[in-house]
């Protein structure tokens, strides 16, 4: 089997698409989260583990390359908002082993397939003047992922994504935290660095693409991308610019468009024909762009379509 890094030269890989919104769709109550914390979705993998193995399933089933483990909120900052940041390591260890199961399925065991392990925000801004979201140091930044970090390389994820990032300099802590872990864990995974821009091409604080990949692309990444916040036609310009620079590999995963609020809730109305169609531009169009998949209001069905759509431009070329 290819290793991660040797995949992505070799073809696009196809990721899935958003766990929260398939963790809704099953209704969870109060009970169903580990010690009645509602909300509580990380930890849905010790309580609920069949539900979290179903979601990846129905994923690889639609045709994804690689699943992402379910600790999208599992740094310790996060955790502790349960009363679960002490077991920061195990859950995230958990996390990545039940993933693994998933894909060590007979029904999948012919196929080449990678787990991707999730690192989101801290829910902090090191850069903001914020009397609140800028209470945290670096440090402690940096720490809350190490023991994330530790978890997932130690339960056997073959990449880890730094992903839907609004402040660059939490993105640095994250990847610095990464090395470090590999260190002491004595394992190297790739890296994927991710940030989230707004329609306008800036991340929340201002940082535009140029300024961040700047930043972060000789941090020892081996893949650079974009998630989350808009559609794929909102990220065009930007995933030019990316291209344009033809060194780190790309990935791009948009939401199923731009969020319409309706009654309070974020509506995704993209259909997956919409979003493969521009997808498939990026594809026939950019060469550096080596991973693709969904965000926020994607589900099994955008992720089919898009195998779809990999599978047709791979018969054609």
């Known amino acids: 089997m290819k290793s991660f890094s040797e995949a992505i030269l070799d073809r696009v890989l196809l990721f899935d698409g958003a766990m ?5 769709r099953l209704d969870p109550q109060a009970t169903d989260f580990p010690e009645g914390r509602d ?5 849905l993998t010790i309580s609920r583990p069949e539900w979290i193995k179903q979601i990846h399933r129905s994923y690889l ?5 690689c699943i992402e483990t379910n600790t999208f909120g599992a740094n310790f900052f996060k955790l502790s908002e349960y009363s679960y940041g002490n077991r920061t390591f195990e859950l995230n260890k958990r996390a990545a082993e039940l993933a693994r199961s998933v894909c060590g399925e007979q029904e999948f065991e012919d196929r080449e397939l990678y787990v991707i392990g999730s690192i989101g925000p801290t829910g902090y801004l090191p850069s903001s003047d914020d009397p609140d979201l800028g209470q945290k140091s670096p440090d402690e930044i940096k720490n809350a992922f190490a023991e994330q970090v530790k978890g997932l390389i130690s339960g056997g994820v073959d990449a880890l994504l730094i992903e839907t990032s609004q402040d660059i300099l939490e993105v640095k802590l ?4 990464i090395h470090d872990a590999i260190k002491n864990v004595g394992r190297r995974v790739p890296i994927i660095a991710n940030v989230t821009l707004d329609q306008y091409g800036k991340m929340l604080l201002g940082t535009n693409i140029q300024a961040a990949y700047t930043t972060v692309s000789d941090m020892g990444i081996d893949v650079f991308g974009l998630n989350c916040s808009t559609g794929p036609f909102e ?9 344009e620079q033809n060194e780190l590999p790309i990935l791009v995963m948009p939401n199923a468009g731009m969020p319409r609020n309706e009654g309070g809730k974020a509506i995704y109305a993209m259909t997956p024909n919409e979003m493969c169609g521009k997808l498939r531009e990026f594809v026939e169009n950019c060469e550096t ?22 599978n047709d431009l791979q018969t054609t070329q």
Not at 235 to 243: E, P
């Open 20 to 24: 929260g919104t398939e963790i809704q």
């Open 39 to 43: 909300g509580f979705n990380d930890g």
């Open 61 to 65: 089933s639609a045709g994804a390359d």
């Open 174 to 177: 994250a990847i610095e935290a």
């Open 235 to 243: 990220m065009a310009q930007s995933v030019q610019w990316l291209n």
């Open 289 to 310: 762009l080596r991973i693709i998949g969904g965000c926020c209001g994607t589900n099994p069905l955008h992720i089919k379509a898009m195998r779809f759509m990999l």
